[in-house]
């Protein structure tokens, strides 16, 4: 029963995801704890672990929309990084969103987050029971954290 509760929490949006700096800090703190000058396994960037692809795709909508862009050398720069993460959760919600023909859960969008949109809707069917053990303990961390 506590297990099919868990399923529900992580898939069922109770209400519609906000991109707020509550959120947009629940990502860093599960990311790296904070912690700016972060470097993950495969080169990732700062408290968001911010990879090359992300950011690139970050600079591409900012270029669309007449802002000014930045080196991925400034995931490292809390104030940038910051701006490039809520950019990034808001193109991932809407990606994720028309992937899943429906609003995605918090869970959800830390899934595609931390797997890609494709690789989570695509490579784990949508589901947060077909992702890592490690993508479904920071789901729970984050989740923790928002409450």
């Known amino acids: 029963m506590k297990k099919i509760m868990l399923l529900l929490m992580f898939t069922l949006p109770a209400k519609a995801v906000v991109i707020n700096p509550q959120l947009i800090d629940g990502f860093a703190y599960i990311e790296s704890n904070f912690n700016d000058k972060a470097i993950g396994k495969a080169g990732e960037k700062g408290a968001w672990q911010f990879g090359k ?5 970050c ?16 995931a490292h720069d809390r ?3 910051s ?3 809520h950019l990034y959760l808001c193109l991932i919600h809407g990606r994720l969103w028309k992937a899943l023909d429906r609003e995605p859960s918090v869970g959800e969008l ?3 987050y931390n ?5 989570f809707a695509n490579g784990h069917d949508g589901k947060i029971s077909k ?8 789901i729970s961390k984050l989740i923790k954290y928002l409450k």
């Open 53 to 57: 692809a992300a950011w690139a795709d």
């Open 59 to 74: 600079n591409a909508e900012r270029i669309k929309m007449g802002k000014p862009v930045y080196h991925w050398s400034k």
């Open 79 to 81: 104030r940038i990084a």
């Open 83 to 85: 701006d490039y993460a």
């Open 110 to 112: 830390y899934a595609a």
């Open 115 to 119: 797997c890609g949109v494709n690789g």
């Open 131 to 138: 992702c890592p053990a490690t993508t479904q303990n920071a």
